[in-house]
């Protein structure tokens, strides 16, 4: 068994990744100098994603921004000085950065995303795997980018990162995982932005920095933060404005999707009617899954990740013609991360229709 597994491996190729490193300022300016061409489109689609939304402009964004901006500073100060290199190496604007990823448009809301995480109780060599699918606006394609960030002194981490800058999915070199779901909570506020925890995360030196900071006490709004350790330790982190709860991966394994699974966060749903396509999606992964409990690789997941049950509203996502432009979604990439080899499997695209490459942290 391990002889084949070993040889399935040999036979991806290797994903290539953008390397940035040294102080948080270099690294942002290096990101920024590569993806600036990603930068300009990241920032078209939010001045399209403002078109809308009632009442919403760039104006208001910055507005909004300037509001966020010291909390930000107190609780992540390197990171702000990130995002400055990264306008500096980019040539955006820095209040113009600020103001797309502030928390202002809520257009990053439900577009979707399937998270799977199994421990070595569950699979075929006894590795941890954490496993997410993208998906969001078609616009974004080519947008979401592998990259290897090493800030002086933490962690370095991979991620599949927003314009080079802001992660969707990622683990580190001490063996922390962060992936995730867009949630609607209904009790959103002004706070540090969805998109900044998922980025402390990936410098958790420990499992319990990595619960603390997907969760920051000041925050003004949370994706469900799915944080995983390579000893097997599974938590997804429901989170809103205002609360959260830690569900834990019971039995060895976790599916999530795009709405509250716990009872305690059921009244900040902001509308259970527009969240039929994450329960489809979240019981049909459980399904999959579960027939492979024992025995899982990540060949499993890649095949639940290329799943077309409820086509195009499936795991593997397409557009579906009759939605309006604005919710219109597909899957952007699909990734599984091996956290005891540290190694990660990334599909250029939909899992259906382009290869998975592998690339190990530390190469
Ligand atoms: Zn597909």
Redesign the pocket.
């Known amino acids: 068994m391990t002889l084949t597994l070993e040889k399935a491996r040999a036979g991806y190729r290797r994903l290539d990744v953008f390397r940035a490193k040294g102080s948080p300022r270099d690294v942002g300016e290096q990101l920024g100098g590569r993806f600036a061409d990603e930068a300009r489109r990241g920032l078209e689609i939010f001045r399209k994603e403002l078109t809308w939304e009632k009442g919403a402009t760039m104006d208001g964004a910055r507005r909004y921004a300037r509001k966020v901006l010291p909390r930000i500073e107190a609780w992540f100060p390197d990171f702000l000085e990130e995002m400055r290199g990264y306008a500096s190496g980019s040539g955006i604007r820095f209040d113009l950065l600020a103001a797309q990823w502030s928390g202002y448009s809520s257009a990053l809301a439900g577009k979707g995303c399937t998270d799977v995480a199994v421990t070595g109780e569950q699979t075929a060599d006894g590795s941890v795997l954490v496993a997410h699918s993208e998906d969001y606006t078609p616009d974004y394609e080519g947008v979401v980018v592998p990259v290897h960030v090493s800030v002086d002194g933490k962690p370095g981490f991979f991620a599949m990162s927003y314009q080079g800058l802001f992660p969707t999915m990622g683990f580190n070199d001490a063996g922390i995982s962060l992936t995730g779901n867009a949630v609607s909570p209904n009790d959103a506020r002004v706070g540090i932005p969805k998109m900044i925890p998922p980025r402390r995360v990936l410098e958790a030196r420990t499992l319990m920095e990595g619960l603390e900071w997907s969760m920051p006490e000041a925050r003004g709004s949370s994706f469900n933060n799915i944080v995983c350790s390579r000893d097997g330790e599974l938590y997804s982190m429901e989170g809103s404005g205002t609360t959260f709860d830690a569900l834990y991966g019971e039995d060895g394994w976790l599916v999530h999707t795009n709405h509250y699974l716990s009872p305690k966060m059921w009244r900040f749903e902001a509308n259970l009617h527009a969240k039929f396509c994450s329960i489809l999606r979240y019981n049909r992964a459980r399904r999959l899954l579960r027939a492979a409990l024992g025995r899982v690789t990540p060949e499993t997941i890649m095949g639940i990740q290329?799943d077309?049950l409820g086509?195009p509203d499936?795991i593997?996502?397409?557009v579906n013609p009759a939605a309006p432009s604005e919710d219109e979604s597909k899957?952007l990439f699909g990734s599984i991360v091996n956290l005891t080899s540290g190694e990660v499997y990334i599909s250029g695209s939909?899992?259906?229709?382009t290869e998975y490459r592998a690339y190990r942290l530390g190469s």
């Not at 939909?350 to 229709?353: A, I, N």
């Open positions: 290329r077309h086509r499936s593997c996502r397409h899957t939909t899992p259906c229709d």
